[in-house]
Structures are given as C-alpha cells and as structure tokens.
C-alpha cells in the first residue's frame, strides 16, 4: 500500500514539474517573439535601394535581422532587397533597423524587404503581376510576410514609393484612395489593427523630371495629416547619386534614420483607428480608374 501511494506521489510530482517546465517553455517563446519586431519595407527602388556599397554599410548589429528569399533570418546587411540583382545596393533599410534596435535594448528588429524597383501603386493588389519584376509584388509580399511573422510581432510599415505615379495628373489625383485600399488590404490579409505606416517624400531633385512629383508629395503630407497613424518623412536636403531619381549612400542612410524617428514618433500616437474602413479590401477601384 506505501509503494503505491509513494509511486502515485511520484508521478503526480513528475507530471507537476513537466507541466511547469512546458508553461516556462512557452511563456519563453512568447516573449521571444513578442520582442522580435517586425517592419515591413515596401515600395519601390527608392525603397529597395540603389546606393553604392561602402564600408559602413558592411557593419552588422547583433540584434538586426532581415528575411531571405529563402525566408530565413540572417543578420541584416546591405543589399537587403532581390528586386533586380543587378542594381540593388544600399538603401534605407540597416540605418532604420540599427536606429530602433538602439531604441530598446530589450528587442530585436526583424526586416522584411517587398520593394519592386518600378512598380506603380497599381502593382500593390492582389493579382497584379509586375513586368518589370516578373512578379506579383502584392502576393508576394504577404506570403513572405505570414512566414515571418512565425518569428516575431509586426509593429510598423515603411513605405516608398511614387515615381512611377507621377507621369500625369490622373494617378496623382487618385493616389490616395488606391493607397487606403492597399493599406486596409494589407491590414485584413495580416490581421493587424492600428498598424504605424511611415511614408518617405519623393526626391525634391526628381521635381525637374517630373513635375507632378512635387505634386504627390503633397498627397502624402495630406494622408499623414489625416491618419494618426500614418507618419511623413521629409526628403529635403538629401542628394541623388547622379542620375536624379535615386538616393545615394549618405542620403538613405539618413533617410532611414528619418523613418526611424518618424517611426517612434508615431508609435506612441496610433492608438484607435482613424481611417474610413469602406475602402477595405475594395479593389475595384484600380479597375475603375485604370479604364477610364
């Protein structure tokens, strides 16, 4: 009878400490991955970047990652992007993680490079295939972005993008409305509320080029004004590498610098929605004004 109340004690011993070591277990890998923060970098070439590598942009940060094509998470470095092999090179991307990795010494920055040099706004849908890409940056990029998430918690957006949206009046007029629905899209295909979106200006030396740049710049100013969640990114005093569409090095290191703080900005404002949600998901507009 003592050998079988001593054994039934045992196993209930046993069981109690398993049960507290999974509990440890998991609520572990719940912080981790709450304190793994993901941004997400979309747009296009400006966003991707096409800066010349330098030897400051080899400096890797112990607690800055970035997602692979592969979907694996290696420390982040520069070129990031895999839009056009040929032509990344340094963006905003490292400069932004390392500046909020320093923020908060208790996290660690996952980034997800999207970015498809030369897609228009029009690209950002559902089933939109991308000529120049040979891709689909929309599914693309969801499907890549679901993958990462198994690692850690999205906390924010950065968005660049615009240069091939301002050829004629038409796409600049309609820019916002196509912007809230990829926006919201966004939101319902990854399940996130109140999500802090940064926007970057375009080039101001882009104006000479095309003149309705200016002009989509202050759409941008007009969306941030309007969203508590949405932040803007100046793009004033910073240079092109020559060829007066494309950042060079030292102007997207401060660019990403620019989100950075924009970002942190933003995150302590974004609390409760503040964009009409009718847009949602409403894809039809990009075929409505892309017939007319």
């Known amino acids: 009878m003592k050998k079988s109340l001593y054994l039934l004690l045992s196993v209930l011993i046993f069981s109690s400490c398993s049960t507290l070591r999974n509990f440890k277990e998991r609520k572990e890998q719940q912080n981790l991955k709450e304190n793994f923060h993901i941004y997400l970098l979309m747009g296009q070439s400006n966003m991707a970047g096409r800066g010349e590598i330098e030897g400051i942009d080899t400096i890797i940060h112990p607690r800055v990652y970035m997602l692979t094509t592969d ?6 470095k520069n070129p990031m992007h895999y839009d056009k092999f040929k032509f990344v090179g340094t963006g905003l991307g490292l400069s932004f993680g390392i500046r909020m990795a320093e923020q908060d010494s208790n996290v660690t ?6 970015a498809k040099g030369g897609s228009s706004i029009d690209n950002w849908i559902t089933g939109s295939f991308h000529e120049g890409t040979n891709s689909y940056p929309y599914d693309e990029a969801i499907i890549r972005i679901k ?11 950065l968005w660049h993008q615009g240069e091939a949206d301002c050829k004629v009046k038409g796409d600049v007029q309609v820019y916002e409305e196509k912007f809230l629905v990829f926006i919201d899209s966004l ?16 080039g101001y030396f882009f104006y000479k080029k095309r003149p309705l740049a200016e002009d989509l710049n202050n759409v941008f100013e007009k969306i941030s004004a309007n969203n508590d ?64």
């Open 147 to 157: 993958n990462g998430m198994n690692k850690g918690v999205i906390k924010g957006i």
């Open 229 to 292: 969640c949405i932040g803007l990114v100046k793009s004033d005093s910073l240079n092109h590498k020559g060829d007066k569409v494309h950042f060079n090095s030292d102007s997207y290191r401060v660019l990403g610098l620019r989100y950075a703080n924009e970002m942190i900005r933003v995150q302590q404002e974004c609390q409760s929605p503040t964009r009409n949600k009718k847009h949602r998901a409403e894809s039809a507009i990009f075929e409505r004004y892309n017939t007319n």
């Open 71 to 76: 979907t694996v998470w290696i420390s982040a």
């Open 187 to 202: 939101e319902k295909d990854l399940g996130l509320i109140n999500i802090p979106i940064i926007i970057g200006e375009i």
């Open 109 to 114: 920055i996952g980034l997800i490079p999207c």
